[in-house]
């Protein structure tokens, strides 16, 4: 949990100015639930002065600082990197720091936690499922495809690193209807990861990672919602992960499964479309 | 442990429980859904009414073994306007599934990913113009 205010500006979108100085009021309906604390979950409804450049998670941080101390509210980077503070946003999946509260209209916006991982607390909800979907792929976190020849590294930075796109947000996993009911499938994020170590595989045991994606709770359990797709916010698609991972396994059957491999059927340029849409170095 | 059984494991003992998992409300909840998620909704829909009809199906041709009488009485209430409606109900089903069965075929071999979007329109709209005409045919007939 981070950044109890005291009443500083909460965004750096409008320089030495409160975003959430008034100029209009935004109607958030808040889901709150305290798990072993408070009986039963609700939902709280609070008017909150909203200027141009206003997000939802400025927002949710007035309610903190005025309003109710007591709400719980994850976030960091407040510029869609660090991937904490995800919810659900007017029935969609979303980061709260970059959902500006002018897109939303002028009705109520309802905002709950991610859907199908555990509670902690009102809009924070705990990771782990999620991250033990990521590790059980051995996740790659730096790509060695995809950095630009013209790319500056910052002074004292012998080169740059190229991380991998996802960060972690988990709205893939509240998006996906089959995650819904199906606690045991590795879902999107996991098996985007592992598309990754087949794509580019750097030395891992691209058998292995195929042998675990080609299971009744891996990659055949996916019914092409396409949702994860669409509430990934850093252009990972982990629906066309999924897709080519069964491509992958399919043209590869009879082949032996255990066994590392060193080439992948190629990493994209740095100057394919795909990437040039992730907005990153 | 190997590894299959630690991933079949992950979940056993959560350290919360998951009671914000949306179960089978999740399927089908039509909040926030975009088209994918439409044509997931259809396909499950859809695919279950066959499943369903399936069964009618088999219930239906049982009569033949009742006699002449049994499966003219029978054809009498087929030729109803409402039981006409369960059949275009039917074919827009069989339409729906079937052509989107295509799409997922072809995206689940990794074809056509960039363009999935507008196969499913281009799908749609093909099975809106045969259950027209399949429509017209039907009351034709009758």
Not at chain 2, 14 to 35: E, K, N, Q, T, Y
Not at chain 2, 72 to 99: Q, R
């Amino acid at each position: 949990m981070s950044g109890l205010d005291g009443g500083a500006p909460v965004s750096s979108r409008v320089p030495s100015v409160d975003p959430l100085e008034r100029s209009a009021v935004a109607r958030l309906r808040v889901y709150r639930s305290k798990p072993g604390v408070e009986a039963a979950p609700r939902f709280e409804t609070y008017e909150v002065p909203a200027s141009a450049g206003a997000t939802v998670l400025d927002a949710l941080l007035w309610i903190r600082r005025q309003r109710d101390p007591g709400l719980m509210v994850r976030h960091s980077c407040l510029h869609a990197s660090c991937g904490t503070c995800g919810m659900r946003i007017a029935g969609r999946e979303a980061l709260a720091c970059v959902t500006f509260l002018d897109d939303l209209g002028a009705g109520e916006i309802t905002v709950e936690p991610l859907a199908n991982l555990p509670l902690v607390g009102d809009l924070v909800v705990d990771m782990e499922p999620s991250y033990a979907r990521l590790r059980a792929v051995g996740r790659p976190l730096v790509r060695e495809s995809e950095i630009c020849p013209e790319a500056q590294p910052a002074e004292g930075i012998a080169e740059p690193t190229r991380f991998e796109d996802c960060i972690e947000c988990g709205l893939c996993l509240s998006a996906c209807p089959i995650v819904a009911t199906d606690p045991r499938y590795l879902g999107p994020a996991g098996l985007a990861a592992a598309w990754r170590s087949v794509e580019e595989p750097r030395g891992s045991a691209v058998g292995r990672v195929l042998a675990l994606a080609d299971d009744e709770q891996g990659v055949w359990r996916c019914h092409t919602a396409w949702e994860c797709t669409e509430a990934c916010p850093s252009n990972v698609d982990p629906a066309g992960s999924i897709m080519r991972l069964r491509r992958a396994i399919v043209l590869g059957r009879g082949a032996p499964s255990d066994g590392p491999r060193t080439e992948g059927p190629g990493p994209k340029r740095c100057n394919d479309e795909r990437t040039r849409t992730t907005g990153q170095p | 442990m190997s590894e299959r059984e630690r991933l079949a494991n992950r979940d056993a003992a959560p350290s919360r429980p998951l009671d914000r998992r949306r179960g089978v409300a999740g399927w089908v909840d039509p909040r926030g859904r975009r088209l994918g998620g439409w044509a997931f909704i259809l396909n499950r829909v859809t695919g279950i009414g066959i499943v369903v009809y399936l069964y009618l199906h088999l219930a239906v041709l049982s009569l033949l073994a009742r006699g002449p009488e049994a499966w003219d009485a029978f054809i009498a209430v087929a030729l109803s306007p409402l039981f006409l409606f369960f059949d275009v109900v039917l074919l827009a089903g069989l339409l729906i599934h079937g052509l989107n069965g295509i799409r997922v075929t072809l995206t689940g071999f990794g074809l056509v990913l960039d363009a999935q979007k507008a196969l499913f329109v281009a799908l749609m709209v093909l099975a809106a113009i045969v259950l027209l005409v399949g429509a017209i045919r039907l009351v034709e007939v009758a």
